[in-house]
């Protein structure tokens, strides 16, 4: 018997409920009883009974589980470099799966707008409105 690959709901609510609780999808698929990696993507292309969304909803739970694990090692983990590691390794994904979340926050300055057709005039403005730092 090969491996399964229609569909159904408590194939995708298990799929779903493993990449909850920080499950890989390589490791589910691994499993004799789950589909391909293949048929689980073309499950979330066709949206098969709103899976997509369920896909959705589990990768953020899956993120918010990472973010909890990071707490759960830095309270019981003794090496410090063992702990860098796995934290790391659990921020970085967390950061892919949740980038509004857990991405890192980059800072923007709020720069005036200038003419620069006048190469001259644009730097006296620059200067006139950031002072000497140009």
């Excluded at 408590?10 to 589910?28: F, M, Q």
């Excluded at 983990?77 to 509004?100: C, I, N, Y």
């Excluded at 730097?123 to 730092?133: D, F, P, V």
Aim: with cysteine; glycine share 6%.
């Amino acid at each position: 018997m090969g491996r399964p690959s229609l569909y159904s709901d408590a194939l995708a609510a298990e799929i779903c409920e493993r990449l909850a609780t920080g499950e890989s999808l390589n490791a589910i698929c691994k499993d004799s009883h789950m589909p391909t990696r293949q048929a689980v993507h073309e499950w979330i292309a066709d949206n098969r009974a709103g899976f997509g969304d369920k896909y959705a909803r589990a990768r953020a739970v899956q993120a918010d589980h990472y973010a909890d694990e990071i707490i759960e090692i830095v309270d019981t983990e003794t090496d410090p470099v063992r702990a860098r590691v796995r934290m790391d390794g659990r921020k970085w994904v967390a950061s892919k799966l949740a980038p509004k979340k857990y991405g890192d926050k980059l800072e923007t300055e709020n720069r005036t707008t200038v003419n620069t057709a006048d190469p001259l005039t644009a730097l006296l403005q620059r200067i006139a409105t950031e002072g000497t730092k140009v």
